[in-house]
C-alpha cells in the first residue's frame, strides 16, 4: 500500500511539473531572470502548490499518525547552519545554469534528450560526492 | 486550446501540492525529490527503499506517458555540455548538503513555515538570479 501511494504521489508530481511548465528550462531561467525579459509563471506554479500542502500541514498537525498508520515527520528544526546556506547557493547556482532541479530532472527523463541524462548522471554523481565528503566529514554521517 | 502560461502553471502548481499533500497524508513523508533520489543513489535510504522506488517510478513514468500520448515536451536544456554537467554537479552537491531542494525546501517548507526552507528557498532564488545575472548578461555563457 505504501508503494502504491508513493507512485500515485510520484505520478501526480511528475504530471505536476511537466503542466506547470517546470520541465521547461527557458521558463524556469525566464523566473530568475529578474534583470532581463522575466517571466513570473512560476510564482502561479509555487503559489498553487504551497495552498494544498498549507491544508494538509493543518490537518496532520491534528493527527497522530498517517492514514497507512507511519509516522507524521516531526516538527520543523529551527536550527540555521552553514550547510544550509552553502548547500543552498551551490544548488541556486546549477539551477540558474541548466534550469532545472532535482525532480523535474527525473520527470523529463523519457523526452529530455541526452543533455538531460548527463544532467542526471552529474546531479547523481554530486549527490554520491556529497555523501563521501559527509561520511568523510563526521566519521559516519547522517541519515537522510 | 492555448491556455495562457499562468493558468497551466497555477493548475500544475496546484498538482504537485496536491501530490506533497497526499504523500504526507498517506503516506507520512515529505516529498522531497532530492531527499527521495539521493537516499536511493547514495544508500542512506535503503531502509525504505520500495517506497522511494515507487515514488520515483510514478515520476518518471506518468509523464513519459504524458508525452508519448500527446505532443513530445521540449526542456530546451542547452546542448553546452559542459555547463549541463558542471550544474548537474552543483544541484546534486547542493541540494544533499542543504538536505532539500526546491520540493522539499521550498513546497513542503514554506507551506508549514519552517525557517530553515524559508531561508533555503530565499538563498536558491537569490544566488539564482544573481547567477542568471552574471552568466546570462555579464559572460553571456547561457
Known amino acids: 500500500m505504501r508503494a502504491l501511494f508513493a507512485f500515485l504521489a ?3 508530481f511528475g504530471a505536476g511539473l511537466l503542466v506547470s511548465g517546470m520541465t521547461d528550462t527557458t521558463k524556469v531561467q525566464g523566473w530568475l531572470d529578474i534583470f532581463g525579459a522575466w517571466d513570473p509563471t512560476l510564482a502561479f506554479v509555487l503559489g498553487g502548490a504551497i495552498l494544498p500542502m498549507a491544508i494538509a500541514w493543518r490537518v496532520a498537525a491534528k493527527r497522530r499518525s498517517s492514514a497507512l498508520g507511519t509516522a507524521l515527520p516531526a516538527k ?5 547552519d552553514p550547510r544550509l546556506l552553502t548547500g543552498s547557493a551551490l544548488f541556486g547556482i546549477g539551477w540558474a545554469l541548466a534550469g532545472l532541479c532535482p525532480g523535474p530532472a527525473l520527470a523529463s527523463l523519457s523526452y529530455g534528450g541526452t543533455q538531460g541524462i548527463i544532467f ?22 547522517k541519515a537522510a | ?16 501540492g ?7 497524508l498517506v503516506n507520512g513523508r515529505i516529498m522531497g525529490a532530492s531527499g527521495l533520489i ?3 543513489v547514495d544508500g542512506s535510504g535503503w531502509s525504505n527503499l520500495i517506497e522511494r522506488l515507487a515514488f520515483l517510478a510514478g515520476l518518471v513514468g ?5 508525452a508519448l500520448a500527446t505532443t513530445r515536451p521540449d526542456t530546451h536544456l542547452t546542448g553546452n555540455l559542459l555547463i549541463v554537467a558542471i550544474a548537474g554537479l552543483a544541484v546534486g552537491i547542493g541540494t544533499r548538503m542543504a538536505n532539500g531542494c526546491t520540493s522539499g525546501h521550498g513546497v513542503c517548507g514554506i507551506s508549514r ?10 538563498v536558491y532564488l537569490g544566488v539564482g538570479a544573481a547567477t542568471m545575472l552574471i552568466a546570462r548578461h555579464v559572460m553571456g555563457v547561457i
Do not use: E, H, N, Y
Open chain 1, 10 to 12: 510520484g505520478g501526480l
Open chain 2, 113 to 122: 513555515l519552517s525557517p530553515r526552507g524559508i531561508v533555503a528557498t530565499l
Open chain 1, 120 to 141: 542526471l548522471m552529474a546531479m547523481i554523481s554530486g549527490m554520491i560526492i556529497w555523501r563521501a565528503i559527509d561520511l568523510g566529514l563526521t566519521g559516519k554521517g
Open chain 2, 62 to 66: 506518468v509523464p513519459a506517458l504524458i
Open chain 2, 18 to 24: 496536491s501530490a506533497a499533500a497526499l504523500f504526507l
Open chain 2, 38 to 40: 539521493g537516499g536511493v
Open chain 1, 76 to 80: 520543523p528544526s529551527v536550527q540555521l
Open chain 2, 1 to 16: 486550446m492555448i491556455q495562457p502560461d499562468w493558468i497551466t502553471g497555477l493548475i500544475g502548481g496546484l498538482m504537485i
